[in-house]
């Protein structure tokens, strides 16, 4: 009487055991650099935050003529002035300091640096408001 065995032979085993590990081995590269990718991100995020209060702030400033009002209207003069709009502190992160000339209403480019990556940057509008 013949027994008939099922399973996996040692080749069979090590066939897909090579397999496996050159699809890890191509893989891999791709999920190191997510960290690089998420802390641009961030950046990329916190950049367009500070684009949002500074329009949000130009926008108040001009309804309210000008006028300086706690909550409705900041004076910006600096690029680095937009840490005085942020409900969040912009901690980790740094504002080049750029002055933006008068008259009111004149835009400047702003850069946001990752504190802990000078590599990661992102740009945002600085909007003059009260001269």
């Known amino acids: ?12 085993l090590i066939v897909v055991i090579v397999i496996l590990g050159i699809l890890a081995a191509t893989a891999l ?3 190191i650099d997510l ?17 949002s209060a500074m329009s949000v702030n130009y ?7 000008q006028v300086a ?6 004076a910006i ?3 680095t002035d937009v840490s005085n709009l942020m409900q969040t502190p912009l901690t980790g992160y740094t504002v080049t300091s750029a002055a933006i ?4 209403g004149t835009a400047v480019t ?21 001269n």
Do not use: H, W, Y
């Open 1 to 12: 009487m013949k027994r008939n065995q099922s399973g996996f032979t040692m080749i069979e």
């Open 77 to 79: 003069t600096n690029c």
């Open 101 to 104: 000339a008068s008259p009111v």
């Open 69 to 74: 009002a706690s909550g409705k209207c900041v």
């Open 29 to 31: 590269p791709k999920f």
């Open 110 to 130: 702003c850069t946001l640096t990752d504190d802990t990556d000078a590599t990661k940057t992102a740009t945002f509008t600085g909007i003059r408001t009260i």
């Open 35 to 51: 960290s690089g990718d998420a802390k641009t991100a961030a950046v990329k995020g916190m950049a367009g935050s500070a684009n």
């Open 59 to 65: 926008a108040g400033c001009a309804a309210n003529g």
